[in-house]
């Protein structure tokens, strides 16, 4: 990414350097009409700076909101940061009917969200 400064103190960014116009070039300010260019360089950090990102939720935090929320959507679900490829995994791991045409996400066996994740039932195979 390049920059050149305008002499009002405009930025403006550009993807190649043959479009960064030369020193003392007039061109379209946004604040202005044409101002002159007073600098050209090369930013360092080299694309769009981005905030700190949020931190993945995990599966036992699905487990654990859906426990508060047994009916819901997948919409609400995508705005609690879960991501689709974990509702999907819920979903495939019979926990949940998630029909995808309308959205609607219900709870199969709410005592199924208590049991920790990979906790199998064990049930004896003698007669009693």
């Not at 043959?18 to 300010?29: R, T």
């Not at 609400?76 to 879960?82: D, I, M, N, V």
């Amino acid at each position: 990414m390049y920059i050149a400064t305008l002499s009002c103190g405009t930025v403006l960014s550009y993807e190649t350097l043959n479009l960064v116009p030369a020193g003392g070039e007039l061109v379209p300010c946004r604040n202005h009409g044409y101002c002159a260019v007073s600098r050209r360089a090369k930013r360092a950090t080299g694309g769009r700076r981005l905030g700190p990102r949020a931190k993945r939720r995990s599966q036992e935090e699905l487990l654990e909101w859906l426990q508060h929320h047994p009916v819901t959507t997948v919409h609400a679900l995508r705005r609690q940061r879960f991501t689709l490829r974990m509702i999907m995994a819920v979903g495939i791991d019979a926990l949940l009917d998630l029909d995808l045409a309308t959205g609607r996400v219900v709870v199969r066996s709410p005592e199924l969200l208590v049991r920790a994740p990979g906790e199998v039932e064990c049930q004896s195979t003698r007669p009693p």
